[in-house]
């Protein structure tokens, strides 16, 4: 395990010879070897050893390192006998043409975008197997075919790029080929973002049933990414996919670093001191029945970087989906996210295909996607029986946050979605209410309101009903985030005679508790909006919302309470 901890190795060759840590994942050779499934669909989060163990097969298997058993004295893979005593996969090293893509740089939602990046990873594949066409088994209409693979290629020469290429592997080498293809999600995350997810669909579509499904030149595939995409979407008719998510038990411990390897680790590094903490910040990930597992980028950079504790995995790019997804959510998916902020856990039905055209308007597509994405962990599961409500054979979930670092990243996202000029209106308004200062409450709030309405309030049909209430929902995390040391934040809870719509209580002796109500402005019933206000107040009176606080010791005069009136983006506070 001795090495350099060093970040951006994602090359299996370079990490062994360059001597940088390395944490034996080789068992996931064996482990895929024998299963002997044709198409095995692996997702992961981000930054697990999804590209280093592609990469890892690749030098395994690949006829271009030939001979290169060197590369793996002393792995998993090459000690493992059989139950003669004899070596069970040296035979295997250097044997099959590999053909390795990656779409992690595939970075636009933009479809010209994505056809054209996708072309030139295919084009400069097709270069780097360039010498094979010498061989006299080709003619010279399979070397014209061969070099018309360009980046200005057509979207139907791309679409059967891999399957041709494939099938010259096997001319050549009298053996059909393993087609490795790594983060093959991203350009759909992408096109979601960009609106684009139906064109780039039919595009990939087309490009995965060329590959893995019509191929016959194929010997074994292996599909990596994020995101088990729903097969209605792009897997249609590819019966022979066997899919390994987060909750199966395969590969369970092939990607991420377990527990005990990641005490290991610090113990070589002198950090043994360090474990506890380092299990607070970094661990929580749980594929199949097996707990405590560690991303390997947090683990590495914390090594590396002298044991300073940082958000280092929720650092690195690819936090825009989920961003989106939670600020433009409707109120239900806010308020959850505030029991998560607070430590708690929910429940949710899970279905791991994750259709993206449901991402708006489903709760639970979105939970399913926090799942897969390593946001959310999994407490525990129960499967459906008998109930009235539900199919026998669901599963509901019991989830939370992953860890530590996770709920730094959402602290992080929230106050960001307050961020740049609205910032400073927010953090005034916060300053203004601990003070009792309405007015400035007012001036503020009114700022704040006005330029983030629009970021919450995206439903396909906005209303003045459901503006309030996605922006309260936002309101009151962007509270926790800068009150969560000060005061329990909680909403939408029962006390007295109602629900109240939100509630600090003070952590602090001698601060102040604050119930705030919001409503919105109805000419029906209310002539103006300082009339709304005062319907708010009467609501938290007559409701008797205080009863909460006051049965926890807090006495009414230090309650107070303030009533949000709307009318569209204007805010009154009284």
Not at 148 to 166: G, P, Q, V, Y
Request: with cysteine; net charge negative; proline share 2%.
């Amino acid at each position: 395990m001795a090495g350099t901890a060093a970040l951006g190795y994602q090359n299996y060759e370079e990490i062994i010879t360059e001597d940088i840590l390395y944490i034996d994942k080789t068992n996931f050779i064996s482990e895929w070897w024998e299963h002997k499934d044709k198409v095995t669909l692996i997702t992961r989060p981000r930054r697990f050893g999804k590209t280093l163990n592609m990469s890892t097969v690749e030098c395994f298997f690949s006829n271009r390192y030939a001979g290169r058993g060197d590369l793996f004295e002393g792995k998993s893979v090459w000690e493992a006998k059989d139950a003669d005593g004899e070596y069970k996969y040296r035979e295997l090293q250097g044997k099959f043409p590999v053909i390795f893509l990656s779409f992690a740089s595939v970075k636009t939602g933009n479809i010209e975008g994505i056809k054209t990046a996708v072309k030139q990873s295919i084009a400069e594949l097709y270069r780097r197997h360039e010498s094979m066409m010498s061989s006299g088994v080709f003619n010279d209409n399979d070397r014209e075919y061969y070099h018309s693979i360009k980046d200005a290629m057509s979207d139907e020469m791309a679409i059967r790029a891999l399957n041709r290429l494939s099938e010259y592997m096997e001319k050549c080498y009298g053996k059909k080929a393993i087609i490795l293809l790594d983060e093959y999600d991203t350009p759909m995350q992408e096109s979601w973002l960009e609106g684009t997810w139906s064109e780039v669909v039919s595009f990939f579509k087309s490009f995965f049933e060329a590959t893995f499904k019509t191929n016959e030149h194929v010997y074994r595939s292996i599909i990596t990414g994020i995101t088990r995409i729903s097969k209605e979407s792009i897997f249609s008719g590819l019966n022979n996919l066997r899919v390994v998510t987060t909750t199966s038990d395969a590969y369970a411990e092939c990607f991420g670093f377990s527990e005990s390897e990641v005490f290991s680790a610090l113990d070589e590094a002198g950090l043994g001191g360090e474990k506890q903490k380092v299990k607070k910040w970094y661990d929580g990930f749980t594929f199949g029945s097996h707990s405590d597992i560690y991303n390997p980028w947090s683990i590495i950079s914390f090594i590396g970087n002298n044991a300073k504790y940082e958000a280092y995995w929720i650092n690195t790019s690819g936090n825009d989906l989920v961003n989106s997804l939670i600020q433009k959510g409707d109120a239900d998916i806010k308020q959850t996210m505030e029991e998560l902020m607070a430590g708690r856990s929910f429940e949710a039905k899970i279905d791991e295909q994750i259709v993206f055209s449901q991402l708006e308007g489903n709760t639970n597509a979105v939970w399913s996607l926090l799942l897969a994405t390593g946001y959310l962990k999994v407490l525990k599961t129960e499967t459906i029986s008998d109930d009235a409500d539900d199919e026998e054979g669901d599963v509901w979930y019991t989830l939370t946050l992953t860890n530590f670092e996770v709920k730094k990243m959402f602290r992080k996202m929230i106050a960001g979605w307050f961020g740049g000029n609205t910032e400073k209106y927010y953090n005034a308004f916060i300053k203004a209410l601990l003070a009792d200062d309405k007015k400035a409450m007012n001036r503020y709030m009114n700022h704040v309101a006005l330029n983030t309405f629009s970021s919450f309030d995206v439903g396909s049909k906005p209303s003045e009903y459901t503006e309030p209430e996605r922006f309260y929902h936002g309101f009151v995390l962007g509270l926790m985030v800068e009150l969560s040391g000060r005061y329990s934040i909680t909403s939408n809870r029962e006390s007295g005679f109602g629900r109240y719509d939100v509630m600090l209580e003070p952590l602090k002796e001698g601060d102040n508790a604050v119930i705030i109500e919001f409503k919105v402005h109805d000419p029906d019933d209310e002539k103006t909006l300082s009339d709304t206000v005062q319907s708010a107040l009467a609501q938290i009176d007559e409701r008797r919302y205080s009863a909460a606080l006051e049965a926890k010791g807090i006495v009414p005069e230090r309650i107070r309470k303030y009533g949000f009136a709307f009318e569209g983006k204007e805010c009154l506070i009284g």
